[in-house]
């Protein structure tokens, strides 16, 4: 890890920090390297001894005197108003305390460094990712992080030459007050977390935060493939404020940056070139992507690059991990770990860029399964089932798609593997793509897209050509 950013003006303050995973941590760690007292608490008796062997106490905020704390640095998985407040998080508000998060704490410490950022319902990963790859490519300072890999204050000081590129969650949005990124992008609005804020409206307002303290010298980046989206734009546009920029992946974008077709349409000055074949990037495949693809680019001309290092980044983009990532192809089949696609609309993506496909779903269902998915069924070969969700996925799937409750992911890739080369199929791809979240049966959708990296790659060794992420 790099040398931890250093937060002015801590010196005699105390912090509460609610969540000690990897984000929580840091953010301890961060706080008394900057001179703060540090008051932290996890709900999680391992974590609160793991956080005791990195040199700092656990301090029971349930029974703390919230007239000595400043501020509460609150993980941003642990909720502060709906579905019900965390108990300390309702202390915190009950004493008139900012509920703040790391983010915001690395903003108060690199107040002149450029930002972009990127929210979304999907493809928010893909996108940071891309964006610091072609910004790393062309030589600019950059670090990438926030709600992809590493945590805000673990990445370096860049000052007034670095970029940070930052994927942020609707949870991070709601306790970043001091947001205002040189460039932000929203990629996509699908009901998703509605438990979180309240209801659709919430959630959205929650996405709508990132671009609230923006000004002329700003730009604005906005999807316009759905109507939530769509409507949030018009409203940006109203407040005259940042410059407004469109992207899509299914129109023309006027004014901005289209995908449609998988041919790459720079629109910016008006005169609508195609720039890019993007169907030919493999780590960039279907619409979804494309629409990553046209964001990413539309922020790089906004931070000043040329079109050809990023027309460059985009073709040596190496992909991402768990987002249609191409784990092997043994026997003319393709083992495919979409993991990260914890909703049928991320699910869709993956659907439709395949034919057959024996399908890996389940998990921890989300609101509205799979019936929004009903119209790509005739491209599944096979469903194999697990997790909670099973049950109810066969019976969405009845008559339509033949499917098997397998229950775990171990027996699920193993009948999908020995189903796939039975039939011999050509363009035949074993997707695991869940439509679920993970928390079942995995830690997170990491651990169960690495479970089943694991699991294909020690199918039938010798036979068939690995790639191992």
Not at 333 to 359: E, G, M
Not at 403 to 422: N, Y
Request: glycine content about 10%.
């Amino acid at each position: 890890m790099t040398d931890l950013i250093r937060i002015p003006g801590l010196a005699g303050r105390t912090l509460a920090v609610l969540g000690l995973g990897k984000s929580g941590l840091v953010a301890a760690k961060a706080l008394k390297a900057s001179g703060a007292t540090v008051w932290a608490w996890d709900d999680s008796a391992a974590q609160r001894a793991q956080f005791a062997g990195e040199g700092i106490e656990p301090v029971d905020l349930g029974t703390a005197d919230w007239a000595r704390i400043d501020a509460l640095v609150l993980s941003p998985g642990i909720p502060h108003s709906f579905p019900k407040p965390h108990p300390i998080a309702a202390q915190a508000k009950a004493a008139n305390k900012p509920i703040i998060g790391d983010v915001e704490l690395l903003l108060r410490a690199q107040p002149h460094a450029r930002l972009l950022a990127i929210t979304g319902t999907n493809g928010k990963s893909t996108t940071t990712a891309l964006s610091g790859h072609i910004l790393g490519a062309a030589g600019r300072q950059v670090a990438v992080g926030g709600n992809i890999g590493t945590p805000a204050l673990a990445l370096p000081a860049l000052g007034v030459a670095g970029i940070y590129v930052l994927e942020l969650s609707s949870y991070q949005l709601e306790i970043t007050p001091s947001l205002k990124p040189t460039v932000a992008i929203l990629l996509n609005i699908t009901p998703d977390h509605i438990d979180r804020h309240g209801d659709m409206a919430g959630y959205i307002a929650a996405k709508e935060r990132i671009f609230r303290r923006q000004g002329a010298d700003d730009t604005a980046i906005i999807g316009i493939d759905d109507e939530p989206s769509r409507a949030l734009r018009e409203r940006i546009v109203a407040r005259k404020a940042a410059r407004v920029v469109s992207i899509s992946s299914i129109r023309p974008a006027p004014a901005g940056v289209s995908g449609a077709g998988g041919k790459l349409v720079d629109d910016l000055d008006g005169k609508a070139e195609a720039v890019l074949d993007l169907t030919g990037v493999a780590t960039l495949p279907g619409e979804h992507n494309w629409q990553n693809a046209a964001a990413a680019y539309a922020a790089m001309r906004a931070l000043g690059l040329q079109r050809t290092p990023i027309l460059e980044g985009i073709r040596t983009y190496p992909g991402l991990a768990h987002r249609q990532e191409l784990i092997a192809t043994i026997a003319g089949v393709r083992y495919v770990n979409d993991s990260k696609a914890t909703n049928a609309d991320a699910t869709q993506k993956a659907l439709v860029c395949y034919h057959p496909i024996y399908w890996i779903l389940g998990g921890k269902p989300k609101e509205g399964g799979i019936e929004s998915l009903k119209a790509l069924f005739p491209r599944i070969a096979h469903a194999y089932l697990i997790g909670e969700a099973s049950a109810d996925f066969a019976r969405t799937l009845k008559g339509q798609v033949a499917a098997t409750e397998c229950g775990t992911l171990d027996r699920a890739v193993a009948a999908a593997h020995a189903q796939a080369q039975a039939d011999g199929k050509a363009g035949a791809v074993v997707l695991l793509s869940p439509a679920c979240a993970s928390f079942d049966q995995f830690a997170n959708f990491e651990q169960r897209g690495d479970v089943f990296r694991q699991l294909v790659l020690a199918l039938e060794p010798g036979n068939g050509q690995r790639r191992a992420s």
